[in-house]
């Protein structure tokens, strides 16, 4: 399989990872991608770092059995503390696999927070893992090119149940979200990083409790600078966009959080299995 | 290893259950029990009952390797839609493991709702595949004896993410459950059960909401029937209580909840895989 006709390759840990998706089909509307969502374990956000990378690892492996020429990593979580668990394996696979991109959302989003921040005060929220990293802190101070920055995090784990709820503006979201955002705004931040798949569904929300912040949205930040990578490897060849979605376990509510998320409907994923007894055999 | 010095499995998908250990060390205090928690797949709530089936029987698997005389399973979502996996498991072993008793949480909650409702107007709360299973409503109807039942379930998925960030009785928290709890009120439940090892820990919440309601902890039912199957069984050689603790993955909130869920300081669990190749040479 040439360069060319590699799928762009995209995981999450569950289907937060659709509204990353929803920006890479935007700006690469000719590219075949097949995505990734590992259901059967999500969410990631609330385990150790050991695990997350054992199971980043895995999904790694069913992409590149896929034979992906870029693997974007959706998933803040992953991101934070497994992108270079991710590198190193693809390197032990040799073959096309060392020719497979790797991009996280921390790194974009990070870059677009630094640029868009007048005052250099910007926040963070995210799972309790992405936080607990402080990946976000770290990209911003290490691409700040001396700019001064007062970073500000919070967890706030109670926004992914609430998504997946579908409780975006009850009063009781409002005052979880006061709650979350109070030492934020008191910190009088201009720039929030959205360090959450599913946390761009809270928008408006967000935009009414902050109205002077400006929200980066991780997703779009990545889909951006994917584009520019696979631009930089391939220039013909392009072909309709298409989707192949799978996912490690069918849950009732996917067909609505799938449309909400990726933002027109989608065709039933495919359930799958990470165990590489069954796939591995014709890497 | 003889009956009476074989040790009492219990298992939940992650450390909810320990709100049922609780219970089970009040009533048997001289036994050994074994506790295992999959905290690196926790919360099996959202997922469909295939993978919850795979998951029990990887747990089950675990248990019987330690030789366990019985299995209390004490996640609602395992009881509801995997019990007759486990106990087809079980049999498959023969051995000792022919003697391993299998108990869930929702015919002894089932039982007490029953017996404990005057009007047969019983509410039932749990996860959303515990409630989707309608495993509490066919339970009750299996045992009613001829009494008139009429059943009323909600999903609650956000009380668990409420619980183990610690916001009991926060505002949002109770305009959730005013949200959740209003048809049952409206149906003017006398019995609720709560059918999630979480929810015990809102009890006081609960109670303030639903003043006139009895609350069944299914926690406490199981214990007490678990204590006379066990009674049954075995009439001497008791020793002190001990709880082994094992998990598949330590996540940083463990210490906290643990103590919360079992009302007592625990020791640090063991993180354990449940892949086979790690333990069953010596079945």
């Known amino acids: 399989m040439t360069s060319h006709t590699r799928p762009i390759g995209v995981f999450d840990s569950g289907i937060g990872g659709l509204t990353v998706l929803k920006h890479l089909t935007k700006v690469m509307p000719d590219e075949h991608f097949i995505y990734l969502g590992d259901t059967a374990r999500v969410p990631y956000g609330n385990r150790s770092a ?10 790694a492996r069913f992409l590149a059995h896929h034979n992906v020429k870029m693997m974007v990593v959706a998933c803040n979580t992953v991101s934070a503390v497994a992108l270079d668990t991710i590198e190193h394996y693809l390197t032990t696979l040799g073959g096309t696999h060392n020719r497979t991109s790797v991009i996280g959302v921390i790194d974009p989003a990070a870059r677009a927070a630094v640029s868009t921040s007048v005052s250099g005060r910007i926040g963070v929220i995210g799972t309790r893992a992405t936080i607990a990293s402080d990946a976000y802190a770290i990209a911003m101070r290490r691409i700040s090119n001396g700019k001064e920055l007062s970073i500000h995090s919070r967890a706030c784990p109670l926004f992914v149940p609430l998504v997946e709820e579908g409780w975006t503006d009850t009063r009781a979201t409002r005052l979880i979200a006061e709650e979350y955002l109070r030492p934020l705004i008191a910190q009088e931040i201009d720039t929030l990083v959205l360090g959450c798949t599913h946390y761009p569904v809270l928008t408006p929300l967000l935009n009414e409790l902050m109205p002077n912040v400006a929200l980066v949205d ?9 584009a520019h990578i696979v631009d930089a490897q391939q220039s013909e060849g392009l072909h309709r966009t298409n989707i192949d979605l799978y996912v490690t376990d069918i849950t009732p509510a996917f ?16 359930r799958v299995t990470l165990d590489p007894a069954h796939f591995e055999t014709s890497l």
């Not at 991780?218 to 951006?224: E, H, I, K, N, Q």
């Open 50 to 59: 050991d695990t997350v990378r054992t199971y980043a690892q895995e999904c």
């Open 218 to 226: 991780c997703g779009a930040c990545t889909a951006v600078e994917a």
């Open 255 to 270: 067909g609505m959080l799938a449309r909400q998320f990726l933002g027109m409907p989608v065709d039933d994923p495919v």
